[in-house]
T-cell receptor
Framework: DQQVKQNSPSLSVQEGRISILNCDYT??????FLWYKKYPAEGPTFLIS?????DKNEDGRFTVFLNKSAKHLSLHIVPSQPGDSAVYFC????????????FGSGTRLLVRP | DAGITQSPRHKVTETGTPVTLRCHQT?????MYWYRQDPGHGLRLIHY???????DKGEVSDGYSVSRSKTEDFLLTLESATSSQTSVYFC???????????FGSGTRLTVV
């Protein structure tokens, strides 16, 4: 059973608009959440993270929101740029699982010029 | 680049043959991981290591073994490759628990 779920396999957004990528989790012991970005033929690269003691973390155009009661997090990209087109993975870890990262299935973002 | 290298980058092998993938790091990080990426499944953990000779299983470890005899090298072995092991394999490193991972560029393995 997937503990981290990304229910939207793909998302298409116009350049300059906001991209919102969503992620749901089931394990209430998760206390650290991350987003990774992946281009074709490359390894995933770290984008932004958030601890469970926070509900928002911002880094430039990227903001991650965490709603612990709903077990939901989202990544906002504003404004979206064509270079943001990639696959985005949500990941989570918990102290009781040796902090191993559990990944979602990914969302492919296409930013149209 | 964060100093993590995977080899080979591409490999085609026949069913039933043994295959070893190598991950090499120059960061002296304690933690190393092997993941596989498949459509619809994202990244799934195969095995991980928390030190030299210290390894443990992940969620999809059947058919795989690992070894870590040096800090810098983490080997993934498919004892007898099957078509279901056709995938892209990623190695990752981490300085400590709770930190994000740095990934290698991946190995595309095709079992025919």
């Amino acid at each position: 059973d997937q503990q981290v779920k990304q229910n939207s396999p793909s998302l298409s957004v116009q350049e300059g608009r906001i991209s919102i990528l969503n992620c749901d989790y089931t394990n209430s012991m998760f206390d650290y959440f991350l987003w990774y970005k992946k281009y074709p033929a490359e390894g995933p690269t770290f984008l932004i993270s958030i601890s469970s003691i926070k509900d928002k973390n911002e880094d430039g155009r990227f903001t991650v929101f965490l709603n612990k009661s709903a077990k939901h997090l989202s990544l906002h990209i504003v404004p979206s740029q064509p270079g943001d087109s990639a696959v985005y993975f949500c990941a989570a870890s918990a102290r009781d699982s040796s902090y191993k990262l559990i990944f979602g299935s990914g969302t492919r973002l296409l930013v149209r010029p | 680049d964060a100093g993590i290298t995977q080899s080979p980058r591409h490999k085609v092998t026949e069913t039933g043959t043994p295959v070893t993938l190598r991950c090499h790091q120059t960061e002296n990080h304690r933690y190393m991981y092997w993941y596989r990426q498949d459509p619809g499944h994202g990244l799934r953990l195969i095995h991980y290591s928390y030190g030299v000779k210290d390894t443990d299983k992940g969620e999809v470890s059947d058919g795989y073994s690992v070894s870590r005899s040096k800090t810098e090298d983490f080997l993934l072995t498919l004892e007898s490759a099957t078509s279901s092991q056709t995938s892209v394999y990623f190695c990752a490193i981490s300085a400590d628990r709770g930190y994000g991972y740095t990934f290698g560029s991946g190995t595309r393995l095709t079992v025919v």
